[in-house]
């Protein structure tokens, strides 16, 4: 090979290998992309109730992806998805293989779906004051717990507010 032909080669050698790199950075980073997607939240409420509406706002604003379902019964679409009778409240989320049932607080949530525990979900039971969707600029503040729920319907502590 000619020293010319040998420049050549290394070039296209070179070439292909930036090509290649290029290439893997970007698929890199497109499957980061697709990874850091909002999650998917869909929401059995009532037609009419307006804490729902801001309770869906609130995970909105807090990065969630919200597809809202206008259904007759609440309650029914909670014992269809595991929420015990003490846990209820007034609308259903689903998200990620997890229930959310009421005024769930978007961080609390986010922590569920970060953390991945062995629960079926996590409730606001009751309509409390404070919760999101449910709080009134200057209105009262009254602490309240959130719960997670099991397969057997046994709730305990998950947080307090």
């Known amino acids: ?11 296209r050698t070179l070439l292909t290998l930036a090509v290649t790199i290029g290439l893997a950075w970007a698929g ?14 869909t929401v ?4 009419t109730c307006g804490c729902c509406s801001k309770w869906i706002e609130h995970m909105q604003a807090n990065g969630f992806d919200v597809k809202a379902v206008d259904v007759d019964d609440t309650d ?17 989320g689903l998200v990620n293989g ?9 961080d609390a ?7 991945k525990p062995a629960i079926v979900g996590l409730a606001v039971p009751g309509m409390p ?17 959130i719960v997670s729920f099991d397969k057997t319907g046994k709730t305990a502590v998950y947080q307090k507010r």
């Open 129 to 145: 004051m404070s919760a999101p969707g449910m709080a009134v600029p200057g209105g009262p503040q009254e602490p309240y717990t």
């Open 1 to 11: 090979m000619t020293p010319l032909m040998t420049r050549v080669s290394s070039r």
């Open 98 to 106: 997890y229930v959310v049932e009421g005024h769930v607080p978007a």
């Open 44 to 47: 059995y409420k009532s037609a």
């Open 28 to 41: 890199g980073v497109w499957t980061a992309a697709q990874t850091s997607a909002k999650p998917q939240l």
């Open 76 to 92: 029914k679409v909670a014992k269809e998805h595991g929420v015990p009778a003490d846990a209820l409240s007034c609308h259903v």
């Open 109 to 115: 949530v986010l922590k569920m779906l970060k953390e």
